[in-house]
C-alpha cells in the first residue's frame, strides 16, 4: 500500500475520499503523531468502545431513549468517524485492503442475497 507524504495528507472537506486514500491517510496521521499503531487487540477493543459511543447517540436521537441535561446531540458525524478511524487503523495494520474487502463482500452479499430480502414479507410490511 502506498501511503501519502505529509504534504499530501490534507483532503479538503467537499471532495471525496476513497477507502484506500482514508487508509493512507490514518497511516500518515499514526506515523506523524501517534507514534505507532496500538496493537491489534487494544485498536478491537477501542473499536467496541468507539461503536459503544455511537450506538448510545443513536438510540437517543433515533431511539426511545433521551438525552439527558447537557449532552450534546450533534456529534454523529464525529461518532461515525471515530469507528471509521479506529476501523480503518486495524485494516492497516492487518494488512487488509479495505477496497478489495468490500467490493469481494458486496459481491457476495448480492450472490447471497440477490432476492432473499425482496421475498422478506417482514420487510415489504410498512411501506
Given at each position: 500500500?502506498?501511503?501519502?507524504?505529509?504534504?499530501?495528507?490534507?483532503?479538503?472537506?467537499?471532495?471525496?475520499?476513497?477507502?484506500?486514500?482514508?487508509?493512507?491517510?490514518?497511516?500518515?496521521?499514526?506515523?506523524?503523531?501517534?507514534?505507532?499503531?496500538?496493537?491489534?487487540?487494544?485498536?478491537l477493543a477501542q473499536l467496541v468502545e468507539e461503536?459503544?459511543?455511537?450506538?448510545?447517540?443513536?438510540?437517543?436521537?433515533?431511539?426511545?431513549?433521551?438525552?439527558?441535561?447537557?449532552?450534546?446531540?450533534?456529534?454523529?458525524?464525529?461518532?461515525?468517524?471515530?469507528?471509521?478511524?479506529?476501523?480503518?487503523?486495524?485494516?492497516?495494520?492487518?494488512?487488509?485492503?479495505?477496497?478489495?474487502?468490500?467490493?469481494?463482500?458486496?459481491?457476495?452479499?448480492?450472490?447471497?442475497?440477490?432476492?432473499?430480502?425482496?421475498?422478506?414479507p417482514k420487510l415489504q410490511q410498512n411501506q
Open positions: 500500500m502506498d501511503f501519502l507524504s505529509s504534504d499530501q495528507r490534507s483532503v479538503a472537506p467537499d471532495s471525496e475520499l476513497s477507502l484506500a486514500d482514508a487508509q493512507r491517510q490514518v497511516h500518515a496521521w499514526i506515523q506523524e503523531h501517534g507514534v505507532r499503531y496500538f496493537a491489534p487487540l487494544t485498536n461503536v459503544g459511543e455511537l450506538a448510545r447517540l443513536l438510540s437517543r436521537t433515533y431511539g426511545e431513549q433521551s438525552f439527558k441535561p447537557g449532552e450534546d446531540a450533534t456529534r454523529l458525524p464525529d461518532e461515525f468517524a471515530d469507528v471509521l478511524f479506529v476501523l480503518l487503523c486495524l485494516a492497516n495494520q492487518t494488512g487488509v485492503d479495505l477496497t478489495q474487502a468490500l467490493a469481494a463482500n458486496l459481491a457476495k452479499k448480492t450472490q447471497r442475497d440477490r432476492d432473499r430480502h425482496k421475498q422478506n
